[in-house]
């Protein structure tokens, strides 16, 4: 075996192509990133995962990245080949939006203990038209909906409760 002519580098045969290229960091990353999809999908345990990822951090050439993730679907691509975007697990999902009249429902449901109950009737309203368009659009927010839905109809019994002790103590007295 011969000596490599640098003291700090390994000796290695010569690599033809991409794979005797050092790795930059972005290439490290990358390939842990796909390590993580991978390990994300149930393809490895975690003490293979972390051994993998280990070795990225500490690979010197694309081949050693190119050897850790061989058996993984969408790995490292040589910068020759044209790039293949990652499976769909390593895709973020876009998020649905929080239906605003759920917002407001809740908003004003809470609203209704220092208002005395003023915001309780906007409140069912805009629950209800909540509750409707989440279950058409599939947006999020029907916690919220129920929520203002909850409060805005206990603050409207309350002052219904009220009027009538109100009524039955005005006719009493009467």
Aim: net charge positive; hydrophobic share 45%.
């Amino acid at each position: 075996m011969s000596q490599s002519p640098y003291p700090w580098q390994p000796w290695q045969p010569a690599q033809p192509g991409w794979r005797g290229m050092l790795a930059s960091h972005a290439d490290r990353e990358r390939a842990v990133d796909v390590l993580r999809a991978g390990y994300g999908e149930g393809r490895m345990e975690r003490e293979e995962f972390e051994r993998r990822v280990e070795r990225a951090y500490a690979a010197r050439t694309v081949g050693e990245l190119a050897l850790l993730v061989a058996d993984l679907p969408q790995g490292p691509v040589p910068p020759s080949l044209p790039a293949v975007f990652a499976s769909g697990a390593a895709v973020p999902v876009p998020r649905p939006r929080t239906n605003g009249k759920a917002v407001g429902a809740a908003v004003c449901g809470l609203l209704c203990v220092p208002t005395f109950g003023l915001t309780g009737i906007p409140a069912v309203v805009l629950g209800h038209a909540a509750r409707s368009e989440i279950r058409r659009t599939g947006e999020l927010g029907e916690g919220l909906a129920l929520t203002g839905l909850v409060l805005g109809w206990l603050a409207t019994a309350g002052w219904a409760l009220v009027l009538i002790l109100l009524t039955v103590v005005s006719l009493a007295v009467g």
